[in-house]
């Protein structure tokens, strides 16, 4: 019975890591800029989603298109009159650039939302199956997380937008010369990236406390997320985070809490060694 | 016959199914000007790889003065004369002229102080033409120039061998001669020399043997004219039509 | 090279810091101690970074094992300087054996590796409780002088690893081992067919732009007295250090020592003033420094700055 | 050679010189030195601190200042904001003292950032007063001006188990699952010692590290181990997640105590009713009933005085420990009868005065040696005293079979 419960708590919280991170993977593996802000980003979406629930009674379901719309509208905006115009400088510099952004967004939210921890409870109660007890909020987050990640992967593959971003990854010169404006698909990727941290952010809002201290570790562990699914790719999101949510799962369990996060590491740094694409990432940039 | 300076035995490399070099075995012995052609595709530039340690080969024995090289990598190689310039051109593109052939004086010339590389390589600079523009960044030559400074850093490197893959692609005709008269120049100083060329008036006029490489196999060898006549060479080149109505022409 | 005017106004430099406590409040020297202390890093942090252009985060980690090792050894009574020596030992190999696995990555993938190697380190030791105390940090054995003695010598201190870490890079620079490296960073593949042993030369200049960073951290924890894995980890300076590098002329000899002093400056100015914004002022200079300083204080170009913002960098611009 | 721009930072270095304030020291007034967490991770925690240094201030400056031997001097507190960052802690500690001229220091929230300011302080020798400081190892490297007015961890730890081995028929299984951070960190070792001393049987002991994202891994271990009380330390967002996550895994025990999470208004609020019947021990509560000297002679008094400046927000033991702390002050300047350091130090350690906030005396290592900590639980959305019996409002209640 153990192994089912240790499972399936790995696997939930796996939806959810990849959730977290696919939008931070797209931006580094079609951009090729890693986004410091991501983090911030999911914690903006989790407080726009708790005061709307705490002050209006908006149900965070309901905040999912509002918040989609404000953080992709924040991520265009960032990308098209800042990150483009250094897209093409060296790693340092987008790193630092983003680095400095988020120091100031995250300013501003500690400012005003204050650091204290909140967070939205519904209340909905747990569910048992087969030996394996499972919240009802925690099943709707993997649900969401995993119809997002769908959704996105769609959109890449299926709409028109999506093939130029595919397209601006393969070739950034050929793209360009099939008439795709380089700089406005940028700007779409990062507001898309944006958005994926900013619904994550609402999902977030009813499973784990919101607060800006929390920025650093979403950040942290969306790189190892991405190191261990491989780059750029929405189904690298997605085993990446699945993976990393059963081993740490497992790891807490048989070594302890106090190592799950080390296993993690660790399998990331090996993986990084032995294939820095990433499980699933394919041969792209770098 | 003393043992040839660069021997390959059946070297081959294959990218997953793809054999790009196909048990490729021949010897370049001191001092010889040989041809490499082979339309495109064929595995010239993978073969000046495999020899120069970028890529090793899959199966088959790399051979540099007796030794064996075949696992070696690129530095080890440039150290010892093995030396190669880039079919696209791999300056430091933000260091000055000088400083890009100093490197080759430094690291594959083993010249240990910066100040002595750097007196080494206003000598290569004066003996391909670039002494002029010593003080400019690479990345303020032209295309031409930037040719010659590959020449200049190689020849720094102090050459046994030297592997030219496509020195002369993108030049005009006078720039040709002016590079064909430099490849003359570094031949008399006795430095063996490999020339991947498709410009059949280069091959023809400095070259004394000639290998031919197709579909990562060699197909043929020998004196460059009969080379330039030989059925399966235009074949591999042309086609099979032509290669037909070629040997109807020559009535043969 | 650097041309005597910049050597002279260094050593000008060097002397008004180290004569801060004869004009100037214990407040100010402690300011000077950390100028000393951020320019050794941002210094060593050249060698890896400015030369060779390999984007290392790893600084905190050699800072924090060297603040682990000193303070360890000094508990277990070795004397403050042998403990210092042992931890720049220690960090030293500990690059580069670390640097053996992630200089084979490159750009990104480099720079996340060395990222996940602080990590790991402030994993390992806090859960290491038996030696290094863990969560509940660990007390360093204090000089017993009187406090203005204290911070007179551990100025003199952090300026001797400061002046330590110039000299190392002004050596390197003029020697092969800095003429290869800057190869690398230019085109590391024709670096290789140059001849230049890559793998070898970047594990060299990873190491040496751990060992100082090593001393550092041994001498800032006989400094504080008591240190924990948080404070001794803290990515904000992980990431200070390569900006402030940034900010002065990353790859020169100079610009990594007067990033660091204008840095740790205005970060005083601006946090003695604006105490809540202090660091969303501090988020707008790094971002202003992106744009305006593209090659830091050492080398203004107007020019180059003008270009970046015409947005001749973007994935549109002609090549 | 570039032009070099260093003359152009001149000027900045004479204006960081010009920047320093200056402060008239003199012997009328007695000044506090103050360094808190305004800004980062530890900012709730500090601005929490700053309210009762203020509320504390006005009240005794408007009843005309301190007495000091035979004269009344104004109080002054000299606040500056260290973000969360510990060595800047140790940088501004040095500035109060040596620029400001202050004659004690407040030390910060958190073990951690209590040592590095109780070291600056020692240098200078000016007393360091803790009010958010409660691990032995803080006041273990025997500083003789570093006193803390929360008492240590074991008081409290074994109180609780002999207070629960009382009044819960067969308590014998009992799983500790801890923070691997200075406080929580050692409010769980003190656990398990005291629950093996008591004889009862430690069914799961682990530490989680700092950056845990989830504890369903523990969580369930804990319910597999079925034991009789489970007690669990953290910061607050820890306790919510935690105690969201027993809940949602259906993992639940006789007796479920949580530390330093009930104590917090921003924990009942997050949890609702999930936060029914969870207890706690605290070092202070505003429902307890005791009366002392100082700006405020009874927990009443200080309780509606709290909430007049809050808004309507209780006081937790960080506002109470830091208050009593200040009120204490009061009492040993009357006894030191002058502002010199040492003079300060050698009444701080004879202290033994009754306050609003409990007993203080501190022992050798400087902690305050009270013993009767309070337990609460909370019962319906409202915390209640379990123990002492002196100052109870309500018995223990049962969580769930």
Redesign the interface.
């Known amino acids: 019975m153990q192994i089912a419960q240790i499972l399936a708590n790995g696997l939930v919280l796996g939806a959810l890591y990849a959730c977290l991170a696919v939008g931070f993977s797209l931006v580094w593996g079609v951009l090729n800029v890693i986004n410091m802000l991501h983090g911030s980003f999911i914690i903006l979406g989790g407080y726009l989603t708790f005061f709307a629930w705490r002050d209006f009674g908006i149900h965070p379901l309901v905040m999912l298109p509002p918040v989609a719309l404000l953080t992709f509208a924040i991520g265009y905006a960032v990308q098209y009159g800042l990150v483009n115009k250094v897209v093409t400088a060296p790693v340092l510099t987008t790193l630092t650039l983003t680095f400095g952004l988020d120091m100031i967004i995250y300013n501003l939210m500690t400012v005003g939302f204050h650091a204290t921890p909140v967070k939205v409870s519904l209340g909905l109660g747990s569910v048992s199956a087969f030996g394996v007890r499972m919240p009802v909020d925690r099943l709707m987050g993997m649900g969401l997380a995993l119809l997002l990640t769908g959704a996105l992967y769609y959109v890449m593959r299926a709409s028109t937008i999506g093939r130029a971003i595919v397209a601006v990854r393969m070739d950034r010169a050929a793209a360009a010369l099939m008439g795709i404006r380089v700089n406005h698909i940028y700007a779409v990727t990062f507001g898309i990236g944006a958005l994926m941290a900013g619904l994550a952010g609402v999902i977030f809002a009813v499973i784990f406390p919101v607060t800006t201290n929390l920025s650093g570790m979403y950040l942290g562990k969306a790189f190892v997320v991405c190191v261990i699914g491989g780059l750029g790719s929405v189904p690298g999101a997605l085993v990446g985070g699945l993976v990393l949510g059963v081993v740490e799962s497992f790891a807490g369990h048989f070594f302890g809490p106090a190592h799950a996060l080390t296993v993690g590491f660790l399998l990331m740094l090996a993986l990084l060694v032995v294939k820095p694409t990433g499980l699933v990432g394919v041969k792209g940039y770098e | 016959m003393s043992a040839p300076l660069l021997e390959l035995e059946a070297v081959t490399r294959s990218f997953g199914g793809i054999r790009a070099v196909d048990g490729v075995s021949m010897r370049l012995n001191e001092g010889e000007v040989v041809g490499l052609i082979g339309p495109n595709g064929a595995g010239k530039t993978t073969l000046v790889n495999v020899i120069t340690g970028v890529h090793t080969a899959t199966s088959g024995r790399v051979r540099f003065r007796g030794e064996d090289v075949t696992a070696q990598r690129p530095f080890q190689a440039a150290r010892r004369g093995l030396c190669r310039t880039f079919q696209i051109v791999q300056p430091f593109p933000e260091m000055t002229v000088l400083d890009n052939v100093a490197a080759g004086a430094m690291f594959g010339g083993r010249i240990d102080a910066i100040g002595a590389a750097r007196e080494a390589a206003r000598e290569h600079l004066e003996f391909v033409g670039l002494a002029p523009l010593s003080d400019k960044p690479a990345s303020a030559l032209t295309l031409a120039a930037r040719k010659r400074l590959e020449l200049a850093k190689s020849l720094a490197m102090k050459p046994k061998v030297l592997m030219l893959d496509e020195v002369n692609a993108g030049l005009n005709s006078a720039e040709i001669d002016g590079a064909l008269e430099l490849i003359r120049k570094i031949a008399a100083r006795g430095v063996t020399i490999l020339l991947i060329e498709h410009l059949m008036k280069v091959v023809l006029s400095v070259t004394e043997r000639v290998l031919v490489l197709h579909h990562g196999a060699l197909i043929a060898e020998g004196e460059p004219h009969a080379m330039v006549r030989d059925e399966k060479v235009i074949e591999a080149y042309l086609g099979e039509k032509y290669a037909k109505r070629y040997r109807e022409a020559a009535g043969v | 090279m650097m041309s005597r005017l910049g050597l002279a106004l260094f050593a000008g430099w060097v002397v008004i810091l180290a004569t801060t406590p004869l004009f100037a409040e214990n407040y100010i020297v402690r300011t000077a101690i950390m100028i000393a202390m951020y320019s050794a890093l941002a210094l060593s942090w050249n060698i890896i970074g400015g030369f060779t252009g390999y984007p290392s985060f790893a600084t905190v980690a050699f800072f924090g094992v060297g603040c682990y090792v000193g303070g360890i050894a000094q508990r277990a009574g070795v004397p403050m300087a042998l403990a210092w020596a042992i931890a720049t030992v220690a960090v030293g190999a500990m690059a580069a054996a670390l640097g053996a696995i992630i200089l084979r990555l490159k750009g990104h993938y480099f720079a996340i590796g060395s990222i996940a190697i602080v990590e790991v380190c402030r994993l390992v030791i806090s859960s290491w409780r038996s030696v290094t105390g863990g969560g509940d940090g660990l007390n360093v054995p204090l000089l017993r002088w009187h406090p203005d003695a204290v911070a007179q010598f551990f100025l003199l201190v952090m300026i001797g690893i400061m002046l330590a870490a110039f000299v190392m890079n002004a050596l390197v620079d003029r020697h092969r081992l800095g003429f290869g490296l800057k190869c690398i960073r230019q085109n590391e593949d024709a670096a290789d067919m140059v001849g230049v042993d890559t793998t070898r030369y970047k594990i060299v200049g990873f190491t040496l732009s751990a060992l100082l960073c090593g001393t550092v951290g041994a001498a800032y924890a006989s400094w504080v007295g008591y240190i924990d894995p948080t404070d001794s980890f803290q990515i904000l300076m992980t990431v200070k250090v390569p900006v402030m590098a940034l900010m002065g002329g990353a790859g020169t000899v100079l610009g990594p020592a007067l990033g660091a002093a204008a840095f740790v400056i205005l970060e005083e100015i601006f946090w003695a003033n604006f105490l809540e914004w202090n660091r969303a002022i501090l988020g707008a200079i790094i971002v202003a420094l992106i744009f305006f300083l593209p090659g830091g204080l050492l080398n203004i170009s107007w020019r180059r700055a003008a270009r970046r913002l015409r947005g001749r960098e973007s994935a549109e611009a002609p090549a | ?2 032009t ?4 152009r ?1 001149a000027p ?2 004479a ?3 010009a ?2 304030v200056h402060a008239v020291s003199a012997e009328d007034v007695f000044k506090i030195g103050a360094p808190l967490a ?4 530890l ?2 925690e500090g601005l929490k601190q700053q309210r009762v240094y203020r509320m504390w201030a006005e009240r005794v400056n408007a009843a005309g200042g301190v007495s000091v031997g035979d004269r009344m001097i104004p109080v002054e507190i000299v606040e500056y ?1 260290y ?1 969360s ?3 800047r802690a ?2 501004l500690a ?2 109060l003292i ?2 400001d001229r202050v004659h004690v220091i407040m030390a910060p929230f958190g ?2 950032h209590t ?2 300011t109780a ?2 302080g020692e ?2 020798r000016v007393p360091t007063i803790a009010c958010v400081a409660s ?1 032995e ?1 803080v006041f ?2 025997d500083n003789r001006y570093l006193f803390g007015t929360l008492s240590p961890n074991a008081n409290m730890t074994d109180v609780m188990t002999a207070f629960l081995q009382e009044n819960v028929p067969d308590l014998t299984r009992v799983a500790v ?1 801890g ?4 406080f929580p ?2 409010m769980a070792e003190a656990t398990v010692r005291a629950a093996e001393a008591a004889g009862l049987q430690v069914v799961y002991n ?13 969580v ?2 804990i319910g ?1 181990s079925n034991p009789d009380w489970i007690y669990i330390t953290g910061y ?2 820890d306790l ?2 935690a105690r ?2 027993m ?4 993992v639940t025990a006789p007796v479920v105590t949580m530390v330093t999470g009930p104590a917090y208004q ?1 924990y009942t609020d ?5 936060a029914e019947g969870v207890t706690s021990s605290s070092w202070w509560h505003h429902s307890t009933t005791y009366e002392g000297v100082g700006a405020w002679p009874t927990t009443v008094s200080f309780y509606e005085d709290f909430l007049a400046v809050s808004g309507g927000v209780d006081p937790d033991y960080v506002h109470g420990s830091c208050a009593g702390a200040l009120v204490m002050l009061e009492d040993v300047l009357a006894r030191a009868g002058s502002l010199d350091g040492e003079a300060i130090r050698d009444a701080l350690a004879a202290t033994d005065v009754m306050t609003f906030y409990g007993q203080i005396s501190f022992g050798e290592n400087g902690m305050n040696q009270a013993r009767d900590l309070p337990i609460i639980q909370v019962q319906d959305r409202e915390i209640k005293v379990l123990f002492p019996p002196s100052i109870a409002s309500a018995d223990l209640r049962i969580v769930a079979e």
């Not at chain 4, 070099?4 to 003359?7: D, E, G, K, N």
């Open positions: 050679m570039p070099f721009s260093i003359r930072l900045a270095a204006f960081l010189a920047l320093q305004l800004t980062g991770g900012a709730d904001d973000q960052d510990g060595p140790g940088q040095e500035r040596t620029d073990s951690g040592v590095i070291t600056v240098r200078y691990s190892s273990a490297n699952l923070r691997d951070d200075v960190k050692s682990a530490l989680y590290p700092v950056g845990t994202m989830d504890h369903s891994a523990a369930s271990a597999a607050t967002q919510i997640l969201r996550q809940d949602d895994l259906g921003e997050a949890l609702g009713s999930l």
